[in-house]
Structures are given as C-alpha cells and as structure tokens.
C-alpha cells in the first residue's frame, strides 16, 4: 500500500507536537478538524497520549487516507476518523458525543486554505463543545496588523488566491476578534518554522 503524504505535515510535525504537549488539557478527547492525509493524527497520538485524538475530515477520500495511514502506523488511543463539515449544525461529533469528552479542538493548516466562513464556522462549533478552559489551536501563516509577515507568506497568500479567490491568509487580529466574540481568548502566539504560527485560544 502507498501511503499518501503531504511533505508539510512531515517538516512540521515534530515541532507542532512540541507546542501541543504545552497547552493541551492533560486529559479528554482532541478533535482535529480537516486531518487531511492523516499524518499529523498518526503521529500526535502517541506522543500525546493519555489523551485520545480523534481525526475528521469533509472529505471521504481523506477519510480513506487517514485510514490507511492509521492501519499502518495503530496508536490505541487514535480514533477511527468521522466525516465533519465545519459548516454543518450540529457537528456530528456533538450528536455522537465522544468518551472521554472533547477538551480540545485542532485545525493544522485549515483556515487559509478555505473561505472565511469556514472560519467563523470551526470557531462557532469550539465554541458549542468546548467546556470552560477547553483549547482550540490554530496553525498556519497569519497577517498581522493587516501585514504578511515575509515575502514567502505573501506569495503564498497570492497563490492562495489565484485557485480560489475565497482563500487566503487570514488576519491574526481578525481572528482573534472572532473568537473573542465567541468566549474564545487568546492565551498565546508561538512563533513557529517558515513563518506560521501556533494560537491558542481557551473557552472562557
């Protein structure tokens, strides 16, 4: 079987687990929103056990491909993925409620590949199944102050845009603002390789 890879899941890993031991609960379920291959889920799963990690995409073709990466590298506490639209209500993990409850919500490289109001909907969705002090962590490039922060962001940024105008790299501030409005407050803003981030919000 070959197995589906994204070279940026395999560069970024390690250094997004880092963070992720850090500012995860130290219990509960992680929900990771748009999993994509599967390789972040196969690989955060046993270095962040106790914690269950439950992977989900939109797509089901991504739902093969997590499967196929979770077949060959089994962690006990990773879930079988579930299909999730961050713009359906409710999302079926909360009609399906999880043991144990979701503490956590994770969306590596999401957000600026996909229109804002997938956005707006993976903030609104942390909100309904976040208990208070539940985190929802963001990775991925950033505006700041309205800005790119290097030249690569921005030619990415313009990338973005030329295959769908909807996309592109969002602004931190505007971000942060949504999730403010949301009783998401934003907790810290790691600087991270080539130019990303990691956000950390917490339910209030």
């Not at 390690?14 to 999993?35: K, M, N, R, Y």
């Not at 990338?159 to 942060?176: A, P, Q």
Request: proline content about 9%.
């Amino acid at each position: 079987m070959t197995l589906e890879t994204s070279p940026a899941a395999e560069r970024n890993r390690q250094f997004i687990v880092d963070v992720l031991q850090t500012v995860l609960p130290d219990t509960g379920t992680v929900l990771e929103i748009a999993s994509g291959t599967g390789q972040h889920a196969v690989y955060a799963a046993p270095r962040l056990s106790p914690r269950v990690w439950q992977p989900s995409d939109c797509y089901r073709d991504s739902l093969n491909m997590i499967n196929d990466w979770s077949h060959a590298e089994p962690s006990p506490n990773l879930r079988d993925p579930v299909l999730l639209d961050v713009l359906d209500q409710p999302w079926s993990v909360e009609t399906q409620p999880m043991t144990p409850g979701i503490s956590a919500v994770v969306a590596i490289n999401m957000i600026h590949i996909a229109p804002w109001r997938c956005c707006e909907a993976l903030i609104d969705g942390a909100q309904r199944i976040l208990p208070p002090s539940g985190v929802l962590y963001l990775y991925g490039p950033f505006k700041e102050r309205g800005e790119h922060t290097s030249p690569s962001n921005a030619a990415f940024d313009h990338s973005l845009k030329s295959r769908n105008h909807e996309w592109g790299i969002r602004d931190l501030e505007k971000v942060t603002l949504t999730a403010a409005a949301r009783q998401l407050e934003l907790i810290e803003c790691i600087p991270m390789p080539a130019n990303n981030l990691s956000v950390v919000f917490k339910r209030r």
